[in-house]
């Protein structure tokens, strides 16, 4: 017990809960996401009809469409903890996703600095923080602690402890269940078979596999492969990724673009993080570990064809810095008296601090969407009034209308819209192409809810067909001029 307060009381335990706990009061915030309301309420669906769809249930102009619902896992928890427990428990929901992804990225770094608990803390919360805007309460952050935890495993088994592959099988069945970018996982494990066959360049230095590792790996990941397909929608759950080729997402849906470094997050955040890491690595007269280069490398070239794939390279950098700085603040592991003395201080302050912001998260779940980011007050209206069918909604708002249980004509799950054309059809109306006048009449549309000040709705006004019957601070909604219904707007 001595022994646990001295290390309780340590530098490195004073950085990891200064920055999980700073965190936890980051996500505080209501939540924003434009899919996130439809992943709550797709785990609310499963709830209540005690299956897994695998047809669209909640857009109207695709209603019974293929859907693959590879995320439904998450969702379940999501909605189950939610329903019971309300915004304090999905809160604790995230945050425990992130505190064991920082935990697990402390436990690769310290095994590869050779126990360096310093530096190693340092690494595992910047692993997290260059890619902190895509941490929002949406699957794919099972997918990121995943990619941590295969990185520590991969790790286990290049200082021979071969039984934590008995892991992979029932990690990929949750991981498969849970987010479409499993075959990562799967993806590891044979990189790791196949660097190791990679011998030394230069400064780049191969690493050497203990002996029978690789038929271990290969097994592995065969297994893994196998138990993964226990899932509603089969080989779907693996080759979902393959929409990453479809031109009509990918230049149309924001986290599919390449990087915009002269946005804020970009330029003060990732550039810099960036920027640090390269130098580091360039200007250590040491030796680099050829694969720890390579994931890395290879993360980062995938980062800058789609964004999304930022916390990826953050935390493919945590263990190729540990190995590089392994030397660095040594000496702060061995504290004294009056050092630990200032390090439970300090601690005890922060803790105090984050216990006055707890109650920011009481409440229930409905009672934490952003109205800055849902079109909140429009959609009630809508329901007020009864304008709740055959919608021509904002594609970022679909999650939303999905939540408050009014069919959608387009949203997040992208994959519904793109076969059957709906997807290019509502580009052309959200662009005022020239075929958008045939589509309004095509679809009949009884309302539209747009963002204020946008083409679309311009146009419709223009028209003198569509009059705006409600005002918003980020939305308007609009109906046929034949529509009788009372004018309205926020405050």
């Not at 004073?14 to 505080?28: E, K, S």
């Not at 505190?99 to 997290?128: D, E, F, H, P």
């Not at 550039?271 to 130098?279: A, G, T």
């Not at 601690?347 to 912001?357: D, E, K, P, R, S």
């Amino acid at each position: 017990m001595r022994w646990n307060w001295k290390r309780l009381l340590s530098i490195e335990w004073l950085i990891m809960a200064v920055w999980i706990l700073g965190v936890a009061m980051y996500q505080m915030h209501a939540y924003n996401d434009p899919d996130t309301p439809w992943h709550y309420a797709t785990g609310l669906y499963i709830l209540a009809h005690h299956y897994v769809p695998t047809t669209d249930p909640f857009s109207w102009s695709s209603y019974g469409m293929p859907w693959v619902t590879q995320e439904w896992l998450f969702e379940l928890v999501f909605a189950w903890i939610g329903k019971h427990f309300g915004f304090p428990g999905t809160w604790l929901l995230q945050v425990a996703i992130m505190t064991a992804t920082v935990i697990i990225l402390y436990q690769l770094a310290v095994r590869v600095s050779k126990g360096n608990r310093v530096m190693a803390a340092i690494l595992a919360c910047a692993g997290q923080f260059a890619g902190i805007i895509f941490w929002t309460m949406r699957p794919q952050i099972v997918s990121y602690m995943m990619f941590a935890l295969f990185l520590l495993i991969l790790q286990y088994v290049r200082e021979g402890r071969f039984r934590v592959l008995y892991w992979v099988p029932l990690l990929m069945l949750l991981w498969a269940n849970s987010h479409g970018s499993s075959t990562i996982g799967i993806l590891l494990l044979l990189l790791e078979i196949l660097v190791s066959f990679i011998p030394t360049v230069g400064r780049f230095v191969r690493f050497i596999l203990p002996r029978g590792a690789r038929w271990r790996l290969l097994l592995a990941a065969v297994v893994g492969t196998a138990v993964g397909l226990i899932n509603p929608n089969g080989i779907k759950a693996y080759t979902y990724a393959l929409l990453s080729n479809d031109s009509q997402m990918t230049n149309n849906i924001m986290e599919w673009h390449s990087p915009d470094f002269h946005l804020e997050s970009f330029k003060y955040g990732v550039l810099p993080f960036l920027m640090v890491v390269f130098i580091i690595v360039l200007i250590r007269s040491r030796t680099l570990p050829m694969r720890d280069i390579l994931y890395f490398g290879g993360s980062f070239a995938v980062m800058l064809v789609y964004q999304r794939f930022l916390p990826y390279v953050a935390i493919a950098s945590v263990p190729l810095l540990a190995q590089v700085t392994s030397d660095w603040f040594r000496s702060l592991n061995r504290l004294t008296k009056w050092m630990r003395l200032t390090d439970g201080i300090l601690l005890l302050a922060w803790v105090v601090y984050f216990l006055t912001n707890v109650p920011n998260v009481a409440g229930p779940v409905k009672d934490h969407w952003s109205s800055g980011a849902y079109p909140v007050g429009a959609v009630n209206y809508m329901e007020s009034h009864h304008l709740t069918t055959r919608v021509l909604n904002k594609y970022d708002w679909g999650g939303y209308l999905i939540y408050r249980g009014i069919p959608t004509f387009v949203d997040g799950r992208t994959d519904v819209f793109l076969k059957n054309g709906i997807f290019m059809d509502y580009l052309a109306l959200q662009n005022v192409w020239w075929n958008a006048p045939d589509l309004l009449k095509k679809y009949h549309f009884q309302a539209v809810l747009f963002n204020s000040g946008s083409s679309l709705v311009t146009y419709l006004e223009g028209t003198g067909r569509w009059k705006v019957v409600y005002y918003g601070t980020n939305a308007d909604v609009l109906v046929p001029v034949t529509t009788k219904v009372g004018t309205g707007g926020s405050t």
